[in-house]
Nanobody
């Protein structure tokens, strides 16, 4: 199983980035892919999740209207499009995979439900 994040960078406030999570080694079509972030000294928090088969989504209140999650099923990639970035978005962003049977609970999933994790990609938003 492998989850590989890419796309992190240093951007200015108000800028945009698109993160990618490329998955392999498990049943991608029957999974939930989540994006989490962790800033230094803070707990890991859920940012957004997507049920690959159902298309249902979750967004944290802090990113609603600014971030958008999408998928390319053919390539087994999930994207996180981030716009209007703020300094408080600065963190290491991780993607993770959970089993698709949790889809109806997508809004309340915690890191505990995610079985596989990537290594993370750094997003830094300068003020």
């Amino acid at each position: 199983v492998q989850l590989v994040e890419s796309g992190g960078a240093l951007v200015q406030t108000g800028g945009s980035l698109r993160l990618s999570c490329t998955a392999s080694g498990f049943n991608f079509d029957d999974s939930i892919i989540g994006w989490f972030r962790q800033a230094p000294g803070k707990e890991r928090e859920a940012v957004s999740s997507l049920s690959i088969s159902e298309g249902s989504t979750f967004y944290a209140d802090s990113v609603k209207g600014r971030f958008s999650i999408s998928r390319d099923v053919t390539a087994s990639i999930v994207y996180l499009q981030m716009a209007s970035l703020k300094p408080e978005d600065t963190a290491t962003y991780y993607c993770a995979a959970a089993r698709g049977l949790y889809s109806e609970y997508i809004a309340i999933l915690t890191p505990r439900e995610f079985d596989y994790w990537g290594q993370g990609t750094q997003v830094t938003v300068s003020s």
